[in-house]
C-alpha cells in the first residue's frame, strides 16, 4: 500500500466483500436435499455475480446487515437468478452421547407465520 488512505479502502473493499460472501452461505445447502443449489453455487460463481458484487460495495459505506442477503441483489442478476429468490426454514438437531443437545433454525419467511424469530 501507496499510503493509509490506500490501506483504508482496500480493508473496506475485503470487508464488504466478507459480509456479502456470510449472506451468501445462508443459502447454501446440501445438494441432496436442496435442488437447485449446485445451481445457485454456479450463479454465486459466475462472473456477473462479482461485478454486481463489486458495484454495490462502497468505499466509504456499508448496508444494513439484511441488505447483504442475494434476494436483494438477484434482480441485478438477470431473470434467471429470480428463481432462486426462495424462502423457508431450516431446522438441525444433534446430540452428543450425554444427551446434549443443540437446535439451530435458519427463519426466513417475513410475509407467513407469527414472527417470533429464534436468537
Known amino acids: 500500500m501507496s499510503n493509509a488512505t490506500d490501506l483504508n479502502v482496500t480493508t473496506q473493499w475485503l470487508v464488504e466483500a466478507i459480509k456479502f460472501a456470510y449472506g451468501q452461505r445462508g443459502d447454501l445447502a446440501d445438494p441432496a436435499f436442496v435442488s437447485n443449489v449446485t445451481a445457485l453455487e454456479a450463479l454465486f460463481l459466475e462472473k456477473n455475480t462479482g461485478a454486481v458484487i463489486r458495484s454495490l460495495i462502497k468505499n466509504n459505506g456499508t448496508y444494513q446487515p439484511e441488505e447483504y442477503d442475494p434476494s436483494t441483489y438477484f434482480s441485478l442478476l438477470g431473470p434467471d437468478a429470480l428463481a ?10 444433534t446430540a452428543d452421547e450425554d444427551g446434549l443437545v443443540v437446535s439451530p433454525y435458519h ?13
Open 84 to 93: 432462486f429468490n426462495e424462502s423457508g426454514t431450516s431446522h438441525m438437531v
Open 107 to 119: 427463519y426466513c419467511q417475513p410475509l407467513l407465520g407469527s414472527s417470533n424469530h429464534g436468537s
